[in-house]
């Protein structure tokens, strides 16, 4: 059996190589799939692929006259699968629905005392023999009060983590209402999040109804000076409206480890070119945004999982069982 897989770098192909059965045929590339590199799917029953790749119906109906039977995400988002077309096409998509919560959930904590603490200025200040705190006063995260968006797997954590510190967890998820009260979470409206949250953090899955959900009139809505920390997805968030809130400093700190147009820039090195995209170069002026490079999954736990889930769901389709992370 033909398995490409792409999108690959050198630390997925270690992670695939070391559990995919010897016996299949696997390419891994390195390029991500789209109409351009999309021959060399041609005649593979299974593709693999992740967060950045091209899977509109264009490219499905090419990979399903290719031969391509099962589309392997080696990611738990699939906001970027058209899944009816996939259907309509005999495309089976199976998922990693989660691969470590827990790297997602610590990185949404690092992001946050990172920026309070300013321990990105401090690294190069203190390299530099730049001893003074000027400009480097932070706050103490006991008693603030953090609004949650998306109380799942990742957000759950999040929340427990913060619990530890001593904070007030808010938590606004219209599909999840049990958990939070047995967690010592207060359960409320996305108005009372804007309100009364110091630091607002983003777990919901890209949708519809949460696409652009941080723009123009929910920031107004918000403290001033308010943290925003998105791990979720880019789109959550109007990025110019953010840039307009960090001008007036509505927004007092923000982190990213999603960008809208990420796919343009992330998993890549951009370091000898000039990067065109304007809107994500303002963001790096300000000195109180700190931008990771959707690096949150990034741990060598998270990365066996994928591998590993992966292959269980290659075989399950190759042994004609139930696809248990079917879309
Ligand atoms: P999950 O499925 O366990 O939890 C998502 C939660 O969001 C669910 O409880 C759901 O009810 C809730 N939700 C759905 N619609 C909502 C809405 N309109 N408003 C508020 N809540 C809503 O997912 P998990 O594993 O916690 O992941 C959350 C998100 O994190 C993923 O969708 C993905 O976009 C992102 N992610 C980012 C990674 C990174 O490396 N930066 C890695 C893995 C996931």
């Not at 108005?191 to 953090?201: A, F, H, K, L, N």
Request: hydrophobic share 40%; charged share 20%.
């Amino acid at each position: 059996m033909k398995i490409v897989s792409y999108s690959c770098k050198p630390y997925d192909k270690q992670a695939l190589n070391h559990v995919f059965d010897s016996a299949w045929q696997s390419l891994y590339l390195d390029v991500p799939l789209n109409l351009d590199s999309i021959g060399c799917a041609l005649g593979a029953e299974v593709v693999t692929v992740f967060v950045n790749d091209r899977l509109d119906a264009e490219v499905l109906t090419r990979l399903a006259d290719g031969g391509t039977k099962l589309l392997a995400l080696r990611c738990a988002g699939f906001n970027h699968v058209d899944l009816a077309c996939a259907k309509s096409l005999g495309l089976s998509v199976v998922r990693v629905p989660d691969y470590s919560p827990y790297a997602v959930a610590e990185h949404t904590l690092g992001l946050m005392l990172a920026l309070n603490r300013k321990l990105y200025r401090a690294y190069n200040r203190v390299r530099e023999g730049n001893f003074s705190l000027n400009g480097m006063l932070g706050f103490d995260m006991h008693g603030k009060t953090i609004g949650i968006i998306g109380a799942g797997r990742i957000g759950r954590l999040v929340g427990l983590m913060l619990k530890a510190f001593g904070c007030r967890i808010l938590v606004h998820d219209p599909y999840e209402t049990q958990v939070c009260q047995t967690l010592g979470f207060e359960q409320v409206a996305l108005e009372t999040i804007w309100r009364e949250s110091d630091v607002i953090s983003l777990h919901c899955p890209l949708t519809d109804e949460t696409r652009g959900l941080i723009q123009a009139q929910s920031i107004v809505q918000m403290k001033k000076g308010v943290m925003l920390i998105n791990t979720g997805r880019g789109d959550l968030i109007s990025t110019p409206d953010v840039i307009a809130a960090l001008k007036s400093k509505q927004i007092g700190y923000l982190g990213l480890d999603v960008y809208e147009k990420e796919g343009a820039l992330f998993f890549e090195d951009h370091s000898d070119e000039i990067i065109l995209d304007d809107v994500f170069e303002r963001l790096l002026t300000f000195p109180n945004v700190l931008v990771t490079g959707h690096q949150a999954y990034f741990t060598q736990e998270a990365l066996s999982h994928i591998a590993e889930t992966t292959r269980d769901n290659i075989l399950a389709y190759q042994k004609k069982a139930p696809l248990l992370n079917r879309l």
